[in-house]
Nanobody, 124 residues
Framework: QVQLSESGGGLVQAGDSLKLSCAAS????????MAWFRQAPGKEREFVAG????????INAASVEGRFIITRDNAKNTVYFQLNSLKPEDTATYFC?????????????????WGQGTQVTVSS
């Protein structure tokens, strides 16, 4: 069973950047789509970005388009999430997710493995 572990969250100011990492263990993710979701207090977990098994077909939610970039390094079994121009409304717990499919989608049901999350807090 693949296990996912996120890191890189923290407290930053509006306009700052962060880079999140998601390291997989217990198996390879090189044939699997990966994604980042986020959940703010009192809100539903929402899709933010996804990437295909070979680094292609990256998709982003409209709210982060042009600011956040998802990438992966299959040799390191790791997925990254560069968060730029952060806004207070980006404050949430960010979760890494892995799918049994090769291509990403924005439906939570598409994803089979989840990390514990890393907190991102953006102050104004």
């Amino acid at each position: 069973q693949v296990q996912l572990s996120e890191s890189g969250g923290g407290l930053v100011q509006a306009g700052d950047s962060l880079k999140l990492s998601c390291a997989a263990s217990g198996g390879t993710i090189s044939d699997n789509a990966m994604a980042w979701f986020r959940q703010a207090p009192g809100k539903e977990r929402e899709f933010v970005a996804g990437i295909g098994w070979n680094g292609g077909r990256a998709i982003n939610a409209a709210s982060v388009e042009g600011r956040f970039i998802i990438t992966r390094d299959n040799a390191k079994n790791t997925v990254y999430f560069q968060l730029n121009s952060l806004k207070p409304e980006d404050t949430a717990t960010y979760f890494c997710a892995g799918s049994r499919f090769k291509h990403p989608g924005d439906n939570r049901a598409r994803y089979d493995w989840w990390g514990q999350g890393t907190q991102v807090t953006v102050s104004s």
